[in-house]
């Protein structure tokens, strides 16, 4: 982590059905034109598997920012720039509300036009173009296929990991789509990458343990966005400031206390992580290119 007052967070996890996700999109990637990531705007890179990437080398990406009405838009600006530059098309949605997915099939059409002419130089003018929908648990990816399709075609749901197999879901428009499992890797290399899908719900919250969580998240929001902080618990952040003091003051200020006056950290901790996904700390991207 950059900053030596951040706790360390033991993040355990238990992947269950993913090593057979892997398997499966292994098995199938051959029979796509192109793959599709969707990605959370709020943590763009931790959000990005690494084991995707690798599966999916040597097709045509389109990554879909999901997720960009809760993310800051200026960080967003410049997450969409930079990868633009590495060579991928770049989708920003908002799949609740169906913000963006309208440019999905036009986005698809244009990534893969020189597949489409070579079909036509076949006579093959009329086969459908193939999409992989990959990311991790919990992107929003079901809710994005739903919309793109217009239709309750895939299962969604805020809790990671529900879709459990391969789906074909054929669009109109001449696209079908290939909805896969979310996968997670094997094992967090870096805490602050375990933290950041902690903290947007990618990894059940079961597997950490919710005060250092919070109490890092704080550090985060002091470096990243102390506006926010001073808005919503009215606590001034100094350079200084330690998250479990931080914590505390927040707790303090909203008069979540124990015994003898002492500060409920665990509800606190709770309170902060349920107030951020629900938005009402603004629009926060977590990390920066």
């Given at each position: 982590?950059?900053?030596?007052?951040?706790?360390?967070?033991?993040?355990?996890?238990?992947?269950?059905?993913?090593?057979?996700?892997?398997?499966?999109?292994?098995e199938?990637?051959?029979?796509?034109?192109?793959?599709?990531?969707?990605?959370?705007?709020?943590?763009?890179?931790?959000?990005?598997?690494?084991?995707?990437?690798?599966?999916?080398?040597?097709?045509?990406?389109?990554?879909?920012?999901?997720?960009?009405?809760?993310?800051?838009?200026?960080?967003t600006?410049l997450?969409?720039?930079?990868?633009?530059?590495?060579?991928v098309?770049?989708?920003?949605t908002?799949?609740?509300?169906?913000?963006?997915?309208n440019?999905?099939?036009?986005?698809?059409?244009?990534?893969?036009?020189?597949?489409?002419?070579?079909?036509?130089?076949?006579?093959?003018?009329?086969?459908a173009?193939?999409?992989?929908?990959?990311?991790?648990?919990?992107?929003?990816?079901?809710?994005?296929?739903?919309?793109?399709?217009?239709?309750?075609?895939?299962?969604?749901?805020?809790?990671?990991?529900?879709?459990r197999?391969?789906?074909?879901?054929?669009?109109?428009e001449?696209?079908?789509?290939?909805?896969?499992?979310?996968?997670?890797?094997?094992k967090?290399?870096s805490?602050?990458?375990?933290?950041?899908?902690?903290?947007?719900?990618?990894?059940?919250?079961?597997?950490?343990?919710?005060?250092?969580?919070?109490a890092?998240?704080m550090?985060?929001?002091?470096?990243?966005?102390?506006?926010?902080?001073?808005e919503?618990?009215?606590?001034?952040?100094?350079?200084?400031?330690?998250?479990?003091?931080?914590?505390?003051?927040a707790?303090?200020?909203?008069?979540?206390?124990?015994?003898?006056?002492?500060?409920?950290?665990?509800r606190?901790?709770?309170?902060?992580?349920?107030?951020?996904?629900?938005?009402?700390?603004?629009?926060?991207?977590?990390?920066?290119?």
């Amino acid at each position: 982590m950059p900053d030596p007052a951040y706790e360390k967070l033991n993040i355990q996890w238990y992947p269950g059905h993913m090593t057979k996700a892997r398997r499966m999109i292994e098995e199938n990637i051959s029979l796509v034109d192109a793959v599709c990531e969707v990605l959370d705007a709020r943590i763009p890179s931790a959000s990005a598997n690494p084991d995707i990437r690798r599966l999916s080398e040597g097709k045509p990406r389109l990554v879909v920012l999901n997720r960009c009405d809760l993310a800051d838009p200026s960080a967003t600006a410049l997450w969409r720039c930079t990868l633009e530059e590495s060579g991928v098309a770049v989708l920003e949605t908002d799949a609740r509300s169906g913000k963006g997915v309208n440019a999905f099939v036009p986005a698809v059409r244009r990534l893969l036009a020189d597949r489409r002419k070579a079909f036509e130089e076949k006579g093959q003018a009329g086969r459908a173009l193939r999409i992989m929908i990959l990311g991790i648990p919990n992107v929003g990816k079901s809710t994005l296929i739903n919309k793109i399709a217009g239709r309750k075609a895939a299962l969604a749901s805020d809790r990671p990991g529900v879709t459990r197999g391969k789906q074909w879901i054929a669009l109109s428009e001449g696209i079908d789509l290939l909805d896969t499992p979310g996968i997670l890797w094997p094992k967090f290399d870096s805490q602050e990458v375990g933290e950041l899908l902690a903290v947007t719900s990618a990894v059940k919250t079961e597997v950490f343990d919710t005060e250092t969580l919070a109490a890092n998240f704080m550090l985060r929001l002091r470096d990243l966005y102390p506006a926010a902080l001073q808005e919503r618990y009215k606590i001034t952040p100094s350079s200084s400031s330690d998250g479990f003091e931080l914590l505390e003051a927040a707790a303090l200020k909203r008069g979540f206390l124990i015994s003898r006056g002492e500060a409920d950290l665990n509800r606190m901790a709770n309170t902060l992580l349920r107030e951020y996904h629900e938005g009402k700390l603004g629009r926060l991207t977590l990390e920066r290119p």
